[in-house]
T-cell receptor
Framework: SQQGEEDPQALSIQEGENATMNCSYK?????LQWYRQNSGRGLVHLIL?????REKHSGRLRVTLDTSKKSSSLLITASRAADTASYFC???????????FGSGTRLQVQP | SAVISQKPSRDICQRGTSLTIQCQVD?????MFWYRQQPGQSLTLIAT?????????ESGFVIDKFPISRPNLTFSTLTVSNMSPEDSSIYLC???????????FGSGTQLSVL
């Protein structure tokens, strides 16, 4: 079963708008990571946030982590059509290297 | 970052046959992971392939159905045995960068079983 759930399942926005995706997980974690998948193929790593961090930025990406609520959010600012993809959060429990993936959010950015 | 070559990129197979997927990494890695992504779904871990020992399978996956080889630190194969249409999925291999704990993925194998 999946470690976490993401919402929304699907999101459609206009270019230039911001996109926010949320992720919830169930167990304690070492870190939480966000990945992007284009056209159902290989995943690309976006950003990693450790369990002792609350917020992290990378370019147009902003990730927050609330370990008390077991939740994270990914914000993409000033979205572009090229941001159209599926986005997955993934968690790494203590003592385990393999990641457990959330259910994913399909983002569509309209030009 | 690790560069992972995975092949085949796609295949269409007949029910009851087997397909072996290969994964080659450009550096030595201790653990390689095999994931399955069913149509429209997220990724589910099949097993962890360890060099020098048997693979560790997740709940719901068994060695007879998904035998894995790991002959060295840069290569692994996953075989999907006695295929049925329910095995139609994308199969992905991945490795973890121990320096930063990021996962790197191959480009995936799109399998369709008729």
């Amino acid at each position: 079963s999946q470690q976490g759930e993401e919402d929304p399942q699907a999101l459609s926005i206009q270019e230039g708008e911001n996109a926010t995706m949320n992720c919830s997980y169930k167990t304690s974690i070492n870190n939480l990571q966000w990945y992007r998948q284009n056209s159902g193929r290989g995943l690309v790593h976006l950003i990693l946030i450790r369990s002792n961090e609350r917020e992290k930025h990378s370019g147009r990406l902003r990730v927050t982590l609330d370990t008390s609520k077991k939740s994270s959010s990914l914000l993409i600012t000033a979205s572009r059509a090229a941001d159209t993809a599926s986005y997955f959060c993934a968690t790494s429990p203590p003592g385990r290297r393999a990641l457990t993936f959330g259910s994913g959010t399909r983002l569509q950015v309209q030009p | 970052s690790a560069v992972i070559s995975q092949k085949p990129s796609r295949d269409i197979c007949q029910r009851g046959t087997s397909l072996t997927i290969q994964c080659q990494v450009d550096s030595q890695v201790t653990m390689m992971f095999w994931y399955r992504q069913q149509p429209g779904q997220s990724l589910t871990l099949i097993a962890t392939a360890n060099q020098g020992s048997e693979a560790t399978y997740e709940s719901g996956f068994v060695i007879d159905k998904f035998p894995i080889s790991r002959p060295n630190l840069t290569f692994s194969t996953l075989t999907v045995s006695n295929m049925s249409p329910e095995d139609s999925s994308i199969y992905l291999c991945s490795v973890v960068d121990r320096r930063n704990e990021k996962l790197f993925f191959g480009s995936g194998t799109q399998l369709s079983v008729l």
